[in-house]
């Protein structure tokens, strides 16, 4: 049986995010092993073949509204309905993948629906409970149904697919409810050649320096860290936040925590350097799917603290290789590992040990297998 022809056709791809951070790895994981891809995104470098990839990048407008930082919607990019349609007939795919409701899962959605092919949707954003914590003015009983009422959308939107694709089993349990199909996981991986403890070049063990990476916006629940960083200094203990990343609540971090280093959006080595920096990563999300950086984090030997919701639960082995806590709970429990460096030490090295076994690979591996058992007949 021959490799599946896919067209993909990611929300997100040169943004700073886990949608892109993902759909940049699954086009590499083609180039690596030849497989025809085709991947269709917004953008605006130059399109063209690399290897066994294509990709077409496509502007938006100047009518395109703004959804996040580096992220908008173009109620405009039908325009390019012919460059798509025209490229899917030259490439002839055998299944079209999308991961969300953006312009170009609307996109891929129609063209599978008029080119009869089969449709696959991973669900990466919980996008119902973004829609209520943006609307922090509604009351709590109309935040609700909010999130119920954008839920209902997105169930409607993946029932259109024939293969669904959820990054932890909650997610996975929940897609199958709405859209009455099975779903497999589609995990992250992470790039262990690039995050690891070797990078570390601290040399000093005071202030104890607690990393957060990520947007700065309300769903990631970052307004959490002024409180834990107020309890520990009350406990006596000597932070300061290391901070990477962007969003609209950067300027009142800035005033309510009382040490901190802003260092923006970093990539690659610089990425790689401040994690491996830190002594513990802090993550009080409890919106995220799977945690990406939570993951990078173990990588580079830095034991983390997540939320009991969401995806990043699945990636902390509590008392192994970090820990689960509640909000009112995160400052007792860095207090807890304190008292013991040499467990804090054991579960920088389980952290790693565990991140060598995520490869991206296998990832994209079980993928493709769900492709063929489930969509792609013998040719």
């Known amino acids: 049986m021959r490799p599946p022809r896919v067209a993909y056709f990611p929300d997100s791809f ?23 891809f085709l991947c269709v995104r917004a953008g605006n470098k130059p399109s063209g073949i690399n290897g066994s990839v294509q990709t077409l990048e496509l502007p938006r407008s100047r009518a ?39 312009e170009l899962g609307i996109f891929a959605a129609y063209f599978a629906w ?8 991973s669900w990466h954003t919980n996008v119902h409970e973004y829609a209520a914590r943006r609307l922090p003015h509604l009351s709590p009983k109309t935040s609700q149904v909010v999130e119920n009422k954008t839920l209902g959308i997105m169930g409607w939107f993946y029932r259109r697919a024939q293969l669904l694709f959820a990054p932890n ?27 690891s403890p070797a990078k570390r070049k ?58 901190v280093y802003f260092a923006g959006v970093l990539r690659g080595e610089a990425l790689a350097e401040a994690y491996a920096n830190m002594d513990l990563f802090i993550f009080p999300s409890h919106t995220d799917t799977f945690g990406n950086v939570v993951l990078e984090a173990l990588a580079s030997g830095v034991p983390a603290i997540v939320t009991p919701d969401g995806g990043p639960k699945y990636i902390v082995k509590p008392n192994i290789t970090g820990m689960i806590a509640a909000d009112e709970d995160f400052a007792a429990t860095i207090l807890e590992l304190l008292r013991d460096p040499n467990r804090m030490a054991e579960m920088g090295r389980n952290a790693h040990e565990y991140a060598l076994s995520c490869s991206w690979d296998a990832v994209f591996d079980r993928v493709y297998a769900a492709y063929a058992d489930t969509l792609i007949p013998t040719k």
């Open 169 to 195: 089993r909650d997610l996975c349990q929940m897609l199958e409810s709405k859209a009455h199909k099975l779903c497999h996981l589609m995990e992250r991986g992470v790039e262990t050649q690039i995050f």
């Open 202 to 259: 601290r040399k000093d063990a005071k202030p104890l320096i607690l990393g957060y990476v990520g947007r700065l916006s309300i769903e990631k629940n970052v307004a959490l860290l002024p409180r834990i960083q107020h309890e520990l200094n009350a406990a006596g203990i000597e932070t300061k936040f290391l901070i990477i990343g962007q969003g609209d609540l950067e300027s009142g971090l800035r005033k309510d925590l009382q040490s």
């Open 114 to 121: 008029k080119l009869n092919l089969p449709l696959a949707a």
């Open 14 to 36: 040169h943004e700073v995010n886990g949608v892109a951070h993902t759909s940049r790895n699954f086009e590499a994981y083609a180039r690596r092993h030849n497989l025809p």
């Open 64 to 102: 395109a509204v703004g959804v996040e930082k580096d992220l908008s919607f173009d109620p405009l990019f039908w325009r390019h309905e012919k460059a798509i349609a025209d490229l899917l007939h030259a490439f002839k795919p055998d299944i079209i993948h999308l991961t969300g409701p953006s």
